[in-house]
């Protein structure tokens, strides 16, 4: 019989790989779009999910009622852990 520990970490693995199924599941399609462009995929695959999440953030009546009627802009960035800096990749529209 296994240990209670032994079954929890079991559950623990499994839940946490689901995770990380969920994350590649979500940024499969920027990867898709990155391939082959010249530069860093790694880069080149940041700006794309950006751009993605903006898509699917204007695609939302609330948001792109708002962007039509003046009031909100939508801008995609990235905050760059390592420095501080954030970066604008998508300019509002």
């Known amino acids: ?9 079991d559950h623990s693995i499994k839940r946490s790989c689901g ?9 499969q399609p ?11 995929l790694v880069g080149n695959v940041i700006n794309a999910n950006v751009a993605v999440e903006v898509e699917k953030l204007k695609s939302v009546d609330i948001i792109s009622n708002a962007i039509s009627a003046g009031s909100i ?17 998508v300019p509002p529209s």
Do not use: C, F, H
């Open 1 to 9: 019989m296994r240990s209670r520990k032994s079954r929890n970490s």
């Open 19 to 27: 995770r990380v199924v969920s994350l590649v599941d979500a940024i």
């Open 30 to 40: 920027a990867y898709e779009s990155a391939l082959g462009k010249p530069g860093d």
């Open 73 to 89: 802009a939508v801008v995609g960035a990235y905050y760059d852990l390592g420095t501080g800096q954030v970066t604008v990749t």
